[in-house]
């Protein structure tokens, strides 16, 4: 019993205790922080109080546990959609590189390929007359300028 009161009044003393801390520039102007002041007496020092115990006004509202995880769960979907839109953007700018470089060497072959043969879209083949070079090439050229850097 008395091991127990004794250990009820060491730990009323701890709570009521408040511990110092003693900040100070040195003589080179460096700010140093401490639990003991400087044995030097020439410089100033400045003591810092801090309570050891934390009160909680009974006014504020606290935040229980799931609310947190409410608030991580919320906070961690918003980060994965930002992402997922992140990712889609980056592919889609992929994508369009991709078609600009095609566009591009479609348009070096058409100009400099002479009279080639070209693939349509039923497997067959054929050359292009002038009219259609000429009408393939602004198409071409139109999407480069239009979607191209």
């Not at 060491?10 to 102007?29: K, R, S």
């Not at 292009?128 to 602004?138: A, C, D, F, I, S």
């Amino acid at each position: 019993m008395y091991r127990t009161m004794l250990f009820c009044f060491f730990l009323l003393f701890a709570n009521l205790t408040h511990a110092a801390i003693y900040h100070w520039y040195d003589h080179e102007g460096h700010p140093h922080y401490g639990q003991r002041p400087p044995s030097d007496k020439s410089i100033q020092v400045q003591k810092i109080h801090i309570k050891s115990t934390v009160r909680v006004n009974d006014n504020t509202t606290e935040k229980t546990v799931q609310d947190s995880a409410d608030e991580l769960a919320k906070s961690n979907a918003t980060r994965q959609a930002e992402l997922e839109s992140a990712r889609q953007k980056a592919l889609e700018a992929h994508r369009m590189q991709e078609r600009c470089d095609i566009s591009r060497e479609n348009l070096d072959r058409l100009d400099y390929g002479g009279n080639r043969l070209f693939r349509e879209a039923d497997g067959s083949y054929s050359r292009l007359n002038p009219e259609e070079k000429n009408e393939r090439r602004k198409q071409l050229e139109a999407f480069i300028n239009e979607n191209c850097r």
